[in-house]
């Protein structure tokens, strides 16, 4: 990906030419700074603001509703998480039309708030996975809490939040795989406003839209979307690998 977002656009469409005779760097000068349209800054920008707060509303709110279902007794509690692992083999694309007949009755669509708000209410692969690393901590921690007069949600962010550090960055790194690279809920949702496009619907107008004839330049794209996945990736990796192992010392 990296050697094709070099090429010349000739050399790009020769099958038989696999590296490029001359690096063309300026292909990122041009995909950055283009003579019509707007900067890929932009595009870029936005793709930060919609995956940031994504992610803030996906760790808040499941770790709310995770620490409520496994540490807080109330009727019920058994049954709703029952919904959420069920919900949790339920296609996205199933509950799409609805989704879209609502943020038209609310006039969210040719917004950011279709992408940004369902977040806040959390999604069942979170609290599953943060249920599980709940149920790990003693409930002593939490008695011992009472009887010093601490609420529950006292009990949450000052004793549950700091040992869930691993877990709760986990699934942040996992939000952010998952928002970053995403394009049906963005091209459904966004549309044609292209001031709210994100670094992917502009790959994807750089392929089939005025654009069609610079697949170097899509190439080029590719390779900036890319990159911050991987310095997230290694700059979080121990939290990552923690974890892993700390699930699978406790179970």
Same mark, same amino acid.
């Given at each position: 990906?990296?050697?094709?977002?070099?090429?010349?656009?000739?050399?790009?469409?020769? *099958?038989?030419?696999?590296?490029?005779?001359?690096?063309?760097?300026?292909?990122?000068?041009?995909? #950055?700074?283009?003579?019509?349209?707007?900067?890929? +800054?932009?595009?870029?920008?936005?793709?930060?603001?919609?995956?940031?707060? *994504?992610?803030?509303?996906?760790?808040?709110?499941?770790?709310?509703?995770?620490?409520? #279902?496994?540490?807080?007794?109330?009727?019920?509690?058994?049954?709703?998480?029952?919904?959420?692992?069920?919900?949790?083999?339920?296609?996205?694309?199933?509950? +799409?039309?609805?989704?879209?007949?609502?943020?038209?009755?609310?006039?969210?669509?040719?917004?950011?708030?279709?992408?940004?708000?369902?977040?806040?209410?959390?999604?069942?692969?979170?609290?599953?996975? #943060?249920?599980?690393?709940?149920?790990?901590?003693?409930?002593? +921690?939490?008695?011992?809490?009472?009887?010093?007069?601490?609420?529950?949600?006292?009990?949450?962010?000052?004793?549950?939040?700091?040992?869930?550090?691993?877990?709760?960055?986990?699934?942040?790194?996992?939000?952010?795989?998952?928002?970053?690279?995403?394009?049906?809920?963005?091209?459904?949702?966004?549309?044609?406003?292209?001031?709210?496009?994100?670094?992917?619907?502009?790959?994807?107008?750089?392929?089939?839209?005025?654009?069609?004839?610079?697949?170097?330049?899509? +190439?080029?794209?590719?390779?900036?979307?890319?990159?911050?996945?991987?310095?997230?990736?290694?700059?979080?990796?121990?939290?990552?690998?923690?974890?892993? *192992?700390?699930?699978?010392?406790?179970?």
């Amino acid at each position: 990906m990296i050697l094709a977002s070099l090429k010349t656009n000739g050399e790009f469409l020769n *099958a038989f030419k696999w590296l490029p005779a001359a690096p063309q760097w300026e292909n990122y000068t041009r995909l #950055l700074f283009p003579e019509k349209g707007h900067p890929f +800054m932009l595009y870029f920008f936005n793709s930060v603001k919609v995956t940031g707060l *994504a992610m803030i509303g996906t760790v808040l709110s499941c770790s709310l509703v995770a620490f409520a #279902l496994a540490r807080i007794s109330f009727p019920g509690k058994n049954i709703v998480f029952g919904f959420a692992v069920i919900s949790i083999f339920l296609p996205s694309q199933v509950t +799409m039309i609805p989704q879209f007949l609502i943020f038209k009755e609310l006039g969210w669509l040719g917004t950011h708030y279709p992408l940004i708000i369902p977040a806040f209410l959390a999604s069942a692969f979170g609290i599953i996975l #943060l249920r599980q690393f709940y149920r790990t901590i003693p409930k002593e +921690m939490d008695e011992a809490a009472k009887v010093d007069g601490a609420g529950w949600f006292t009990i949450y962010s000052r004793i549950h939040l700091p040992l869930m550090i691993s877990p709760l960055i986990t699934l942040a790194i996992l939000t952010f795989q998952e928002k970053w690279a995403e394009i049906l809920y963005p091209m459904i949702f966004i549309g044609k406003n292209s001031d709210l496009w994100t670094m992917v619907l502009k790959i994807r107008d750089l392929s089939t839209g005025q654009y069609n004839s610079r697949p170097e330049l899509e +190439m080029a794209g590719n390779v900036l979307l890319v990159l911050p996945v991987i310095i997230l990736f290694i700059t979080a990796q121990p939290y990552f690998v923690k974890s892993i *192992a700390t699930s699978g010392v406790k179970g």
